[in-house]
Each structure stands twice: as structure tokens, then as C-alpha cells.
């Protein structure tokens, strides 16, 4: 995102004057999907696609926001009844409430924001958009909160003010992003550590379906039943057994007659995918990318046989990429839609993009959308 185009627009929009320049990337997610409510383990990175917002406070108590890509100006107060109507500025809005119940004394600021997160494809345009302001707020306001609190009020604000009930990947890996290094986040204790993503030779790109299938959410709270009744039937053989974290594949074939093959299909998918990631972490570590995109390609088919969450066009662009030999594609993200994403051999590029392009058109009669992603830094101050 182009600084010097948010900036023009903050001094078109706040007589002439400027402020400081904040930004928070989007993320993606290498592996580790639907393990998060399982207690499991993640694999973000931050992406060099995000949000830029200039800020400047005003000596007021009332918060002046400018969306650029929207066009569209709000003021709101900072007490709990103002929350304002439109849906982007309730992000803002909640950030500030999140804040000042954490303690923190903030008052009223002209700020204009833009981004680059493409919308729909997975990359949490939302959660680059919190982080942006709680990390500038807490800097320009000196509310003296670390990072994890940081994550936190993204998830507060989205849980509280947006109605969503989401985990805490998506702002824990904007605000923790590195340059060069992936995150395994613990979902249980949320310890993490860094581990190495230098893939010389070798593209990360999402191809996007643009395909959302309506099925998602009824179909995401089915899963968390099916693998809440699979932990309650191993519980009644291990009573220490929590998440699907704890168990592993013989306690789960000790109760396979005791749950339908639904829920054991489910939980066989979340046990083997908490194993991929701790295999793609090792991998990793001795730069073994080949074993990361066979990998990748395990749990593709897992979430598209056993978990039941992907899509005839997700699939077909899983099959394209093995067929243009693609080191590793999965889906992306919760399912029925959206993106795969794929490590690329760098000779292998042009020829996958181009036949995944037209072969896809052919099929569904629309052009997959191609983003290319490097993996940066998190929040940060740019100027």
C-alpha cells in the first residue's frame, strides 16, 4: 500500500495536516486448519498485503474516520452508546471500547485509511485493520499494553462489536508477523516460536475461487459437534483427554463403534492434521520444502474427504496444481470457498498460472484471481 496515496488523502480530508503513519499485514496460513477449536496448533504468516492508516489526535473527544476505499466518513464519541452504524468504523470503534476497558486513556484523533487485503480470499483484511489501530493507539496514547494484549483486543473487538465469534490466529499473526518465519501458535497455552520460511526457488500463491458457498457457518458449528462427541467418547477411556490435541489415532479406533462414522471421520482428519504441522514445523527446519507440499497436499484431501469442507472448485484447482506439478496445494481457511494456496517451484510458475487460469474459465465460466504473497513483518510504525 502506497503511504504517500494515504497520506494526500489525510491532508485532503483534515485541513492540510499530518499525522503518523501505522500498518498491520493480512495473514495466511501454511497449515493447521480447523485445529484451533481442537486445542491444536496453527501455522500463520504475516503477508505484504495490509492496512495503512494515518492518525493525528485532535484534542477532542470524538474520533474523525476516513475510509479511502470506501469513500466514506463517520465521527463517533468514544462512551459505548456512540458506536456508529457503519460496519467498517465499528472495527475502530471497538478497538478504542477494547482499550479503554483494559485501562487505557484515549482520546479523539482524525485518522484516513486504506488497504490492499484482497476482500473475500482469506487474508483477514479485518484483523490488519485492528491491529493497525491498536498498535498505533497504544503507541500514540502510551496505554503501555504488550502485543499478545494487542491480538486480544483485535478478538474482543470482532466478538464484541462485529459479531464474530472468532479465534485469535488472524491478529495474534498480524501483530507477531516476522519477515522470513512462520509462527506455530499454540491454540491451548498460546506459546509460539518462530520457524524459518525462506523458500529459494519457490513462489507462495493463492489462487481465489471466487466462490463463497452459504453452507459454511451451519457446516462449521456441525464440525465442532462432531469432534466435541469424539473427545467425549475417548474421555470415557482417557478422562484426561481435553481437545483432540490429546488423543491420538489408536484411542480414537478404540471408539469407533461407539460414534458414527461422521464424527470418526472428522476427528481422524483433526489428529492427523494436528501431527502435519508439527511434521511441516520439522521439515522446515532443514529446509526440506518437498515434504512441506506433500504435506500440504494431505491435508487438502483430508478436508475435502474426511472433514467434508471443500468444494468442486477448490478441488479442481488441487487437481490442476498436482497436474502442473506444484510442490504443495491445499484449501485455505475454513472451506466451501475461497482460496488454495500453493508453494510453486519458481520454473513451474508461468505454466501453472496460465493453465489453471484458462482450464478454470473453461469450467466455471469465471477467472480465478492469482495473489502472490511474501511473507513480512507485522504491525509497526512507518513514519
Known amino acids: 500500500m502506497d503511504?504517500?496515496?494515504?497520506?494526500?488523502?489525510?491532508?485532503?480530508?483534515?485541513?492540510?495536516?499530518?499525522?503518523?503513519?501505522?500498518?498491520?499485514?493480512?495473514?495466511?496460513?501454511?497449515?493447521?486448519?480447523?485445529?484451533?477449536?481442537n486445542g491444536g496448533f496453527v501455522f500463520p504468516g504475516a503477508v505484504d498485503k495490509g492496512m495503512v492508516a494515518e492518525i493525528k489526535t485532535n484534542g477532542t473527544d470524538k474520533v474523525r474516520a476516513y475510509s479511502i476505499d470506501l469513500k466514506d466518513y463517520v465521527e463517533f464519541g468514544l462512551n459505548e452508546e456512540d458506536a456508529p452504524r457503519a460496519s467498517w468504523a465499528r472495527y475502530i470503534f471497538g478497538v478504542c471500547r477494547e482499550i479503554i476497558k483494559r485501562g487505557g486513556k484515549i482520546g479523539g484523533f482524525n485518522t484516513a485509511f486504506a488497504g490492499d487485503v484482497p476482500l473475500g480470499a482469506g487474508m483477514s483484511s479485518s484483523a490488519a485493520l485492528e491491529s493497525t489501530y491498536a498498535f498505533a493507539l497504544n503507541e500514540i496514547f502510551n496505554c503501555g499494553l504488550d502485543k499478545f494484549e494487542l491480538a486480544k483486543i483485535g478478538q474482543a473487538t470482532e466478538h464484541n462489536y462485529c459479531g464474530v465469534n472468532c479465534g485469535i490466529m488472524d491478529q495474534f499473526a498480524s501483530v507477531f508477523g516476522k519477515a522470513g518465519s512462520l509462527?506455530?501458535?499454540?491454540?491451548?497455552?498460546?506459546?509460539?516460536?518462530?520457524?524459518?520460511?525462506?523458500?529459494?526457488g519457490y513462489k507462495l500463491v493463492l489462487l481465489d475461487s471466487?466462490?463463497?458457498?452459504?453452507?459454511?457457518?451451519?457446516?462449521?458449528?456441525?464440525?465442532?459437534?462432531?469432534?466435541?462427541?469424539?473427545?467425549?467418547?475417548?474421555?470415557?477411556?482417557?478422562?484426561?483427554?481435553?481437545?483432540?490435541?490429546?488423543a491420538t489415532m489408536d484411542w480414537l479406533k478404540e471408539v469407533k463403534n461407539e460414534i458414527s462414522a461422521e464424527d470418526y471421520m472428522r476427528a481422524e482428519y483433526v489428529i492427523e492434521e494436528i501431527q502435519r504441522v508439527l511434521d511441516v514445523c520439522d521439515a522446515l527446519e532443514i529446509g526440506d520444502y518437498e515434504t512441506v507440499g506433500k504435506k500440504m497436499y494431505e491435508t487438502h484431501h483430508g478436508m475435502s474427504k474426511l472433514y467434508e469442507v471443500s468444494c468442486e472448485e477448490l478441488d479442481f484447482l488441487n487437481d490442476i496444481a498436482k497436474k502442473c506439478g506444484v510442490t504443495g496445494s491445499r484449501v485455505m481457511g475454513g472451506g466451501f470457498g475461497g482460496c488454495t494456496i500453493n508453494l510453486v517451484k519458481e520454473d513451474?510458475?508461468?505454466?501453472?498460472?496460465?493453465?489453471?487460469?484458462?482450464?478454470?474459465?473453461?469450467?466455471?465460466?469465471?477467472?480465478?484471481?492469482?495473489?502472490?504473497?511474501?511473507i513480512s513483518d507485522g504491525s509497526?510504525?512507518?513514519?
Open 183 to 200: 509462527i506455530r501458535l499454540d491454540c491451548r497455552s498460546l506459546e509460539y516460536q518462530y520457524f524459518p520460511f525462506n523458500p529459494e
Open 210 to 246: 471466487v466462490v463463497k458457498h452459504e453452507l459454511a457457518s451451519s457446516a462449521y458449528n456441525k464440525r465442532r459437534e462432531s469432534c466435541e462427541r469424539a473427545v467425549a467418547a475417548i474421555q470415557k477411556n482417557h478422562p484426561h483427554v481435553e481437545f483432540l490435541r490429546d
Open 348 to 374: 513451474k510458475y508461468d505454466a501453472f498460472i496460465e493453465e489453471a487460469t484458462k482450464t478454470y474459465k473453461e469450467k466455471f465460466g469465471r477467472n480465478p484471481k492469482v495473489y502472490d504473497v511474501v
Open 380 to 383: 509497526r510504525k512507518l513514519c
Open 3 to 37: 503511504i504517500e496515496f494515504v497520506r494526500s488523502r489525510f491532508i485532503k480530508h483534515f485541513d492540510g495536516t499530518t499525522g503518523s503513519v501505522y500498518a498491520s499485514p493480512g495473514r495466511i496460513n501454511l497449515i493447521g486448519e480447523h485445529t484451533d477449536y
